[in-house]
């Protein structure tokens, strides 16, 4: 009787510990899972983060350009004033 229960003991810890297992390795697998889901969805954040600032950068060249011209332009015009007078 007394090897019965230390038999039966020892089985049910033996499956004990390999059903642990499966759940630690569904776990794991899981795991690897959400970070390479939230790498992939990081990168995309960032390149079409990037991709706005770049835009926004070529955008605020051009409006400098502009503006840089049109105060030369009114500087042109100033000087011409005050050599017509």
Avoid: F
């Avoid at 019965?4 to 630690?24: F, G, I, K, M, Y």
């Avoid at 899972?33 to 605020?60: C, P, R």
């Avoid at 049109?70 to 500087?75: F, L, R």
């Amino acid at each position: 009787m007394k090897k019965l229960v230390l038999n039966s003991a020892l089985a049910l810890a033996l499956l004990v510990s390999v059903s642990s297992c499966r759940e630690t390795e569904e776990s794991n697998d899981n795991a690897a899972d959400a970070v390479e889901n939230s790498a992939e969805n990081a990168a995309e954040a960032t390149e079409g983060a990037l991709e706005s600032a770049g835009k926004a950068i070529d955008n605020a060249v051009n409006e400098t350009k502009e503006a840089g011209e049109a105060v030369g332009e009114a500087v042109d015009s100033l000087d011409k004033q005050d050599d017509n007078k």
